[in-house]
C-alpha cells in the first residue's frame, strides 16, 4: 500500500472517530478521555488556547498529512485536552502502521506530560510494546495490573491475558480469563472466547 493511499485509510479512521468513536481498545479506553473533552461544547474550555487547540483538533481532518498535523497540535498546544488527543491518535496510528520506535517514544512523552490523567493507556500501550519485543511475562503482569485497577475496563484486556497466558502455558490463567470474557455481561459477543475455552478443555 503506497503512503498516500494509508494517509487516505487513516484520514477515513480519524472521521470515523468523530463520528464513532474508533474501535480497537485503546480507543474503547479513550473514549473515557474524550467524551465530553472535544463535543462537550466550548464552555468546557475556560482558556483561550483550549479553545484554540480544540478547533485545530478538529479541522486536522482537512490536512493532507494528518499524522503531522496531529504532531503540530501536540507539540504547539501542549498540557491542553486537544494536545493529548492528538497523542492519542497518534499512538493509534503508530500502532496501526507497526511503527513500534515511534509508539514507545510517544507512549514516554506522554507518561511525562500526563502521568496520572490517562494511566490505564500508558500502562496499555507498554505491556503491548512489551509483548512486541517478546517480553510475554511483564506483558501479561501489566495487563493483570490494568485489570485489576481499572475494573470498569477490565473486560477490554481480559482477552489478552488469556491469549498472553496460552502462550506461556499457564493454560489454567487462559481459561480463566476467558471465561471471565464470557461471563462479562458488557461483553456482546463471546464467540471467540468460547471456542477458544473449548479448545483448552478439551486440549491433552
Given amino acids: 500500500m503506497e503512503f498516500s493511499e494509508r494517509l487516505i485509510h487513516f484520514h477515513e479512521k480519524l472521521v470515523q472517530f468523530f463520528e464513532k468513536h474508533l474501535r480497537t481498545v485503546l480507543t474503547i479506553i479513550f473514549i473515557f478521555v474524550i467524551i465530553g473533552l472535544l463535543w462537550g461544547g466550548f464552555t468546557y474550555y475556560k482558556s483561550k488556547k483550549e479553545k484554540e487547540a480544540s478547533l485545530k483538533l478538529m479541522e486536522v481532518t482537512k490536512s493532507s498529512n494528518i499524522p503531522l498535523a496531529l504532531k503540530e497540535v501536540k507539540e504547539k498546544y501542549k498540557g491542553t485536552s486537544a494536545a493529548l488527543q492528538a497523542s492519542l491518535l497518534l499512538l493509534d496510528y503508530y500502532f496501526y502502521q507497526k511503527n513500534y520506535q515511534e509508539a514507545e517514544k510517544l ?31 511483564k506483558a501479561l503482569k501489566i495487563y493483570q495490573k490494568i485489570s485489576k485497577n481499572q475494573p470498569d475496563l477490565s473486560f ?11 502462550k506461556l502455558g499457564k493454560f489454567d490463567l487462559a481459561k480463566e480469563y476467558y471465561q471471565k470474557y464470557i461471563n462479562d455481561p458488557n461483553v456482546k459477543n463471546s464467540g471467540f472466547a468460547e471456542y477458544k475455552l473449548y479448545q483448552l478443555n478439551t486440549k491433552k
Fill in 156 to 166: 477490554l484486556i481480559y482477552l489478552d491475558i488469556a491469549r498472553l497466558a496460552e
Fill in 107 to 137: 507512549i514516554n512523552e506522554i507518561e511525562k506530560e500526563y502521568p496520572k490523567k490517562i494511566k490505564g493507556i500508558i500502562l496499555y500501550g507498554k505491556a503491548k510494546i512489551l509483548e512486541i519485543k517478546g517480553d510475554l511475562n
